[in-house]
Structure formats: C-alpha cells, structure tokens
C-alpha cells in the first residue's frame, strides 16, 4: 500500500508541473527530467485455476507504463501508475516486458518473470537473515518449484497485513525490538492449494558501531586529550577505577580505532588524578558517543580537586555516533567551584541508570587555533561544496537539510554571491545580476534579479566581536547566507527585514569561517554557512599539480613506499609523455578537474590500445567534481575524477569505463609543500597498492 500511495503521489506532483508550465510555457525544466528508475512490478496470480494475472507496474519518475506479456498478446499502453492490468495466460513460465515511461519520453524497459502453474507450490526454501549492518532489520528470500509469488507475515503484530515478495526478490523487515519472531511464508500459484513455512526466528540488534568514530582534525597544540587515538592522553590513566559501580568496561577496536565500551552503564569514572590536567586556557570539550539504545541519554562531568564537579546531558542517537562540543562555560555557570586548572577526574552517567551502554571515543579539551588570524576584513563566499550550507537542530548538525553537489551546480547564482567586509566598517552584499530567489520573495526558488532590500542597494556597517566569536550586520537587507534568516525567526515578506542581524562566526582556518545563526531564540533551528576568503589558498592542495616527471613515480607494490611489482622507468616516462602531462587542477573553491588535454594514456579496458590517444569518458575531465581533503585523506567527488590511474578505485580495479565510481578515496602525504605522494589501495585488505609523487607547477 506505501509503495501505491508513492506512484500516485508521483503523479499528482507530474500533473501539477504540468499545469504550471501550462501557464508560464517554460519548458526547460524537461530538459533535466531523467529517465524512470528502480522499475519493477508487481504480480499476483489469482488461486482460482483460471491463469488470472495482475500486473502492476512501479517505478520512480515515470508517469504511464507498457506491458508486454510475453505470450504473443498485444501490447497494453498508457497504463497510469497505482494501476495494474489483468491477462488470463495458459499454463506456463512467461517473461512479460514493463516499460516505463516519463514525462519527456524517456523510457526504461525490465523484464518480469511470470509463472503460471496449476499446481501447488513444492520445495518451499526460505533463506532469512539478520542484516550486517542495520540493527533489528531482517532480509528475507524464498523459491519453490511452481510458486508465482509469496506473502509474508513477519510475526510482529496478529492482525498484520503481509508483505508480497516477487519471484526472485528479497525484502526487508526491521523490527521495533530485537527477540524471537515467528515468520511465516506462503507460497502461492495459480492452483487453490498454497504451501507455508514458518519459523521462530531470533531478531538481533547491532549491539556495537561498525565505524569508528569522526577522525579529529585538530592541532595536537591546541588540544589536551583525555582518550584519542589521535592525540596522546595521560599517563598513568585509569578508564575503569574501582568506585563500586556495577558498569562493565571493554575496550574495543573498529577499523583501527579504539573505543571504550560502557555496558549497562550506571555510573562509570575516568581517573588521572596523579597528573591533573591543567585546561585552563581550553575553550570547549569534545566527546564522540554511540548507544545501540532507543531512548537512553548520558550525563558527563569533569571533576576537579575538592571534588568539584557538574552534570551536562548528552542526547544520544540510537545507532549513530553523536558529537558534542560543549563550552566550559557551560560547567562553570552551573558550578563555579569547578576548576579546570586542575582537573582530576571525569564521571559518565546513564539516563536512566543501567537502562543502556555507550560507546566512548576522542575524548578532549581543545580551545580554537591560537595562530589563526581572525581578521574578519575580506571578501567571502559560501563554499562551493556539499554542506557547506544547510540547517539542523544544533550548531554543527545540518541532518535536517544540506545542499548537496547536486544542489551547488543547480544555485551558482548563489555560490557566486561575495560579503564584504570592508577596513572603514562598512558591509556589502554583492550578489550580480542574479542569485537565488525564493518563493517568499514572489519568485520561483531559482535563479533570478536580487529582490529589495535583500539586494545590496542599502548602506550596510559591521561590527566583529572576536571575543564573543559574532559578526552583526547593522542595515535594512544585510546578511549572511540565508536572506530569510533572522534573530527573531525566519521572515516571509521582504518589508519584514530587520535593521540588525547578529551572528555566531567560528574561525576554522584563517580563510575560512562557519556561520550560524538560530532563527529565533530558543526555536532550535540552526541555519549555517561554510564561508572562506577570496583570493587565498584554501587548501594546502590547491592548485595544479603533475606527475613527476622521472622514473618511479608511478608504480604498485604490496604496500605503501614500495614499487617492486612495476613502476614506470625512465623509457615508460618518455613513452608515457601524453600522460605525463596530464594536469590535476584543486581549486580554491572546493572544485577539482582533470585536464587531459588532446590525448592521454588509453588502456585496452577503456577500448583503447596501450598507447597515447583521445582520453576516454567518464575518465576526460567532463564531469563536473570536487575534492575533500582531510587528515591526509583526499576525496573526490564526481563521477570519473581521478588522480593517477584511472582504473583505480577503493573496491577494486575497473574493468569497464561505465563502472567508475561517483567518488574515489585516497592517502596524501606531503613530501615538502610542492611535492605529495599519492596512494590508493585498489579494493579494501587487497594488497595491492597503486602510488603517484605529484608536484605542484
């Protein structure tokens, strides 16, 4: 039934686009309507001995459907979705052909397994597992000899309606609670007679995270580490001190990260009272935290000499890791007496106590960089990156919504808005003949001429207050990011504009900024801007860079810093020369290309010959990308961006051109601040290790 209102609800949204092009006759949005996805169909075969069939096809983005039936009957057209076709076959196994069709004409053909038999299902097999990696979810799969389809009922309810399970499908069920579950499968033909199996099944939960922790980015200098695989912690430190608490400690290990594990957690404490820390000159405190508990929260508190100690609450989502980055101010408004020159001591509790266990990892103090410029005076804009604009319930968190890759393309007019601020105080809004306009502003959320007073045409001051870590714009129409966003809410008329807006602005980098502002006090919604400079480095691997042009810097062996296995020596480097001058262009904005030029290395993967010739798509630098770099890990975002070699991915070696991944993960490590190595495993625990020296030209 969900999957029904889903395709009727899809074709509503069609025929109001629609209406509305009817109106305005702008048809260019067609141009970016794709072809029909994740087409299948549903079939149900009536137990009557008839050979009655239902076909009802599904898809995504289509708006009528073909159905072939595969028994040399006509054709059936224009079916509309949510609605199926009825066809009486003669015993037998057919392949019916769906095809999907969108709204500009695009279609996307399937074929559909139909069996149609008169006898009752024999040789029932249900194959039922727990899934790997989504807590209390179950996959389930059957075959039998004759069966057409099967319903399944996952035991979770008495009155529950089943799930329908095509011929050579699998399903998913995720349960509220883990235990022990009858499930139950009927396998159906065309006969009257069905066949079942059942059985008592135990639901598990994934009682441990699978990945480890959000990796710190953070100077060892500006940080004082309580647990971090990343920092150095103190020495001695006692994780599980004996203070009669009835919570179980274990450290464990997740794709190389160590993590503390507090089972049924009462009260727990972390002691290193025999080398205090001093985090006086710290700023914030840092913890990451997952519980495979629904409803469970935790409380930490820092204890200093005395003791001295105060509560915070940490909200915990269930299956995920949750990080928090709490003032200390926020301890010592509660208890003054805390003194985090001399902390001794931290405490961890359950809420409700013993109700739940936590996971624990990158426990510290940190405070923001102390060689970061914060000179505010500059020309800024929203980095043209994933994320780097979104809204979430806390500073920090934009779950809620993010724009995406897909989304930077799509608002350029945006991304290429500057704020500047000027040496005199004064603040400009300078967004060009278009930037992003939306429906409150009677546009259409798209491109189009700035709307008053949001448009930069009034005087505009600033004022920077790098102690309290704000910027507030004095002027009808100034702001940051988000036109609509305001301390008092979110407007809905342009007349609504405030003469001030005031800010949270967190120095990064000292090119790069994170803004935040609540859109009214207390309404928990948090809208927040990645800005960074124009006209600087933002990155230290921004620019163009090339392989080396001598032997050996490009070879693979078993590991890194070994190319026994081949490299190219100095005949390859002159061979290779269409390659060798191939460029890997990082931009200051986010934005990353492959410029290939005329010709480049073609391998006979790629339809090619092992020699210089046209470079070959995805792999040609067509493809808009982006990079992330992190912590000595590069990531390119963009389908055939490559760096190196570009057969190489993280799951292995490419075989076909049209397999190359949407993104490509590798490890960068600086040789000197023109030189990096390269290196990318080709397919998790392979061995096989692929590696490039690029320099900077």
Request: net charge negative; glycine share 8%; with cysteine.
């Amino acid at each position: 039934m969900m999957r029904f209102i889903k395709y009727a609800f899809s074709l509503c949204l069609f025929t109001l686009v629609a209406i509305s092009c009817a109106e305005d006759d702008n048809l260019d949005y067609a141009d970016k309507i794709t072809a029909p996805t994740n087409v299948t169909a549903a079939v149900s075969v009536t137990q009557d001995n008839t050979g009655m069939v239902t076909i009802t096809p599904l898809a995504e983005g289509a708006v009528s459907y073909n159905v072939n039936f595969g028994d040399g009957s006509e054709e059936v057209t224009e079916i509309t979705p949510g609605n199926g076709i009825e066809h009486v076959y003669e015993e037998g196994t057919y392949e019916a052909t769906i095809t999907a069709v969108s709204l500009n004409g695009l279609t996307t053909i399937v074929t559909q397994s139909v069996v149609v038999s008169f006898k009752a299902p024999e040789n029932l097999v249900v194959t039922i597992e727990n899934d790997a990696a989504i807590s209390k979810q179950v996959n389930l799969s059957a075959v039998a000899d004759f069966a057409t389809m099967y319903e399944v009922y996952f035991g979770e309810s008495t009155d529950e309606t089943p799930m329908t399970l095509n011929l050579e499908e699998t399903i998913s069920y995720q349960y509220a609670e883990a235990g022990t579950y009858t499930i139950k499968v009927v396998a159906k033909s065309a006969a009257i007679e069905t066949t079942e199996y059942s059985e008592e099944f135990v639901v598990t939960a994934i009682l441990q995270p699978l990945e480890g922790a959000p990796t710190p980015i953070r100077s060892e200098a500006d940080v004082l580490s309580v647990f971090s695989d990343s920092y150095t912690d103190p020495s001695p430190i006692d994780y599980y001190p004996n203070w009669g608490q009835t919570t179980t400690y274990t450290q464990i290990e997740v794709g190389g990260d160590n993590i503390i594990q507090y089972g049924d957690i009462t009260y727990q404490g972390i002691d290193f009272s025999s080398v205090p820390l001093d985090a006086s000159a710290m700023e914030f405190i840092h913890v990451d935290v997952w519980t495979a508990n629904a409803d469970f929260d935790a409380k930490m508190s820092p204890i200093s000499a005395g003791p001295n100690e105060t509560a915070v609450t940490l909200e915990l989502n269930q299956d995920q890791w949750t990080s928090f980055d709490i003032p200390l101010s926020t301890f010592t408004d509660q208890n003054p007496a805390v003194d985090f020159s001399n902390i001794i001591q931290f405490k961890f509790e359950g809420v409700n106590s013993g109700a739940g266990t936590i996971f624990i990892d990158n426990l510290y103090f940190y405070k923001v960089p102390s060689d970061v410029e914060t000179g505010i005076v500059g020309t800024w804009k929203v980095a043209s990156t994933a994320g780097a604009l979104g809204v979430g319930p806390a500073a920090g968190d934009i779950s809620w919504w993010s724009c995406d890759d897909a989304c930077v393309a799509e608002r350029a007019c945006y991304y290429d808005d500057t704020y500047v601020f000027n040496e005199d105080g004064s603040f400009e809004n300078v967004l060009g003949s278009e930037t992003w306009v939306e429906g409150w502003q009677n546009g259409s959320d798209g491109c189009a001429a700035p709307v008053a007073p949001h448009d930069g045409s009034n005087a505009a001051t600033y004022v920077y207050n790098a102690d309290e870590n704000t910027i507030t714009l004095n002027g009808i129409g100034a702001f940051i990011g988000l036109p609509k966003g305001t301390n008092t809410g979110e407007i809905s008329n342009p007349a609504d504009a405030p003469e001030s807006i005031v800010y949270s602005a967190t120095f990064i980098d000292p090119n790069t900024i994170s803004v935040v502002i609540e859109t009214g006090t207390g309404s928990g919604t948090f809208w927040q801007f990645t800005l960074v400079r124009e006209g600087v480095v933002a990155s230290p691997l921004t620019g163009t860079w090339q392989l080396a042009q001598e032997a050996g810097a490009l070879g693979v062996g078993p590991s890194v810093g070994d190319i026994s296995w081949w490299n190219c020596d100095d005949a390859c480097v002159a061979d290779r020369a269409c390659y060798y001058d191939d460029a890997y262009i990082f931009g200051a904005d986010g934005s990353f290309k492959n410029v290939l030029g005329s010709e480049t290395w073609v391998e006979s993967w790629q339809n090619g010959a092992d020699g210089c010739a046209t470079p070959v798509a995805p792999h040609d630098g067509s493809n808009p990308a982006t990079f992330i770099y992190d912590n000595n890990v590069l990531t390119l975002n963009g389908l055939g961006a490559y760096i190196g070699l570009p057969k190489g991915t993280n799951t292995g070696e490419l075989s076909n051109p049209a397999d190359a991944p949407d993104f490509v993960t590798y490890n960068v490590s600086f040789i000197d601040n023109n030189t990096i190595s390269v290196s990318i495993e080709t397919g998790t625990g392979s061995g096989t290790f692929w590696q490039f020296k690029l320099e900077r030209i």
